[in-house]
């Protein structure tokens, strides 16, 4: 079946970049996503790109996708405190599948 | 209105109670989803319900059941649920769905904690 993979934990120094990566299977993703999500809160859409993207950025969030080999990753500029969450990579058509989620842990 | 509100955000009950999750949207979304979540993993789904009719049943015991009222609502009744059934439960919506098709973002509420006893 389709896959969607991540690293589990990330963590940086306040004021560093973070990356977050993930990979997945599916050759015909159309829109890949990433969510963030805070304890015990819903999930938030932070971003998302269309497969026929390279690259998008929106104020301190870049998201990279490189088709052939089916990786995404998000790049957050100076990383505050306040962007420890997790986050998840999500990929559609068809249902939404997320991977597992990187929990992103900010070092003051 | 972006929000998608769910209620109650807690809840506690035992394996012989009755209660439901309640989940609205005023966004138009004509797609609305139950997904649950464990402690550190990702959301599964369980519903999918696509102009007002289910779509999608992931295989989910019938100790849970699905219910549209209208394009605005979706709830949640639980009924003789089991310890391991605790968990977030997470209601999201999408401007349309259907049979496995999903062309947009999914907007989530914040959940409803729930514990079984």
């Known amino acids: 079946g389709e896959d969607v993979e991540q690293s589990l934990f990330l963590s940086v120094r306040e004021g560093d970049s973070s990356v977050i990566n993930c990979t997945y299977t599916?050759?015909?993703?159309?829109?890949l996503y990433w969510y963030k999500q805070e304890p015990g809160a819903g999930l938030q859409l932070l971003t998302y790109?269309?497969?026929?993207?390279d690259m998008k950025q929106d104020q301190r969030l870049t998201v990279l996708l490189n088709k052939k080999d089916k990786h995404l990753s998000l790049r957050i500029a100076d990383t505050q405190t306040g962007d420890s969450a997790i986050y998840f990579c999500?990929?559609?058509?068809?249902?939404?599948?997320f991977g597992a989620g990187t929990r992103l842990t900010v070092k003051p | 209105d972006t929000e998608v509100t769910q209620t109650p955000k807690h809840l506690v009950m035992g394996m012989t109670n009755k209660k439901s999750l309640k989940c609205e949207q005023h966004?138009?979304?004509?797609?609305m989803y139950w997904y649950k979540q464990k402690a550190k993993k990702p959301p599964e789904l369980m519903f999918v319900?696509?102009?007002?009719?289910?779509?999608i049943n992931e295989s989910v015991p019938s100790r849970f059941s699905p219910e549209c009222p209208n394009s605005s609502l979706l709830n949640l009744h639980l009924h003789a649920l089991q310890p391991e059934d605790s968990a977030l439960y997470l209601c999201?919506?999408?401007?349309?769905?259907?049979?496995?098709?999903?062309?947009?973002?999914?907007?989530f509420g914040e959940g409803s904690r729930l514990t079984v006893l």
């Open positions: 999500a990929e559609s058509p068809g249902m939404m599948r």
């Open positions: 319900y696509s102009y007002e009719k289910l779509s």
């Open positions: 599916d050759s015909s993703s159309t829109y």
């Open positions: 999201a919506s999408s401007q349309e769905g259907g049979q496995r098709a999903n062309t947009g973002e999914l907007f």
């Open positions: 966004m138009g979304h004509r797609a």
């Open positions: 790109i269309f497969s026929n993207m």
